[in-house]
């Protein structure tokens, strides 16, 4: 994926990206060579660098003939860090008064191999200290690749234990940090589904479970 694509994530349009990136590839240059570069229409390239020069990404250098210069990469990832770190901080503070953080005891419902493999991948991606995995094997690949070097993975197959799956289903569990956790259930003639939840003593069931099992096989 180039880097326009990736400035038009943060809120550039595809002309601007163009642009930009263009000015980055030539340092300095008037509008006729930029919109060359970049491959713009020439009749919309000057509202593109001036729309650019409002953002802060472009200056012009010389008015007669006109050239235009970049704000420095390093200078526009910088500046793009904070103004996404304060976006997310404000965010926190919304919600947080929209929606109080939930008792430690809730228990929400999963519905579907996409919700139950992207929150799996949360919790994984999010882990600090442990992560304890039993289920499918591919996922369970997947799973512990994602996880951070330094973190302890637990890692078990259930088969040797009572089933906490209804026949013809295969068990799916997650848990991490002692934190959160998903159980799960794949097969049959059901949906996939489960539940995630962060009571402590539910998380520390799934441990233990995947634990057991563990030592079961040894």
Do not use: C, W
């Not at 250098?61 to 996404?84: C, G, K, T």
């Not at 059901?190 to 009571?199: A, L, M, S, W, Y």
């Amino acid at each position: 994926m180039n880097a326009a694509i990736h400035l038009q994530a943060l809120g550039l349009t595809e002309y601007e990206s163009k642009a930009y990136t263009a000015l980055l590839a030539l340092g300095r240059a008037a509008p006729a060579r930029i919109a060359r570069q970049a491959q713009i229409p020439r009749p919309k390239i000057y509202e593109t660098l001036e729309r650019l020069e409002a953002r802060g990404l472009a200056t012009r250098v010389q008015q007669n003939p006109l050239e235009y210069s970049p704000l420095s990469a390093r200078e526009f990832m910088d500046r793009s860090r904070r103004s996404f770190n304060e976006r997310i901080e404000n965010l926190d503070r919304s919600l947080a008064r929209l929606a109080p953080d939930p008792a430690p005891e809730a228990v929400y419902p999963l519905i579907g191999e996409i919700a139950i493999k992207s929150l799996a991948e949360n919790l994984v991606e999010n882990a600090k200290k442990s992560v304890h995995l039993a289920g499918s094997e591919p996922l369970l690949d997947a799973l512990e690749n994602q996880t951070s070097r330094g973190v302890q993975v637990v890692r078990a197959e259930v088969s040797e234990l009572p089933s906490i799956a209804r026949s013809g289903q295969r068990a799916f569990l997650v848990a991490r940090d002692g934190e959160a956790a998903i159980v799960a259930h794949f097969g049959g003639d059901r949906e996939p589904h489960g539940v995630h939840t962060h009571n402590p003593v539910i998380v520390k069931l799934v441990e233990g479970y995947i634990a057991l099992a563990v030592e079961t096989k040894k």
